[in-house]
């Protein structure tokens, strides 16, 4: 959760705004962590 804390952060800095956070990069990343969440909790 810190790392997710910690990058949200960083591109709320870079982006100077909430754009950033909710753009694609973050989205593919969000999406990635909830599609290996779930096979690690399936298993």
């Given amino acids: 959760m ?3 804390t ?3 952060t960083k591109e709320k ?3 100077q705004g909430p ?9 593919k990343h969000d999406k990635a962590v909830n ?3 779930k096979m690690m ?3």
């Fill in 2 to 4: 810190k790392r997710q």
């Fill in 6 to 8: 910690d990058r949200l």
């Fill in 13 to 15: 800095i870079k982006g």
């Fill in 19 to 27: 754009k950033e956070i909710f753009g694609e990069k973050a989205q």
């Fill in 35 to 37: 599609y290996f969440s």
């Fill in 41 to 43: 909790f399936q298993n």
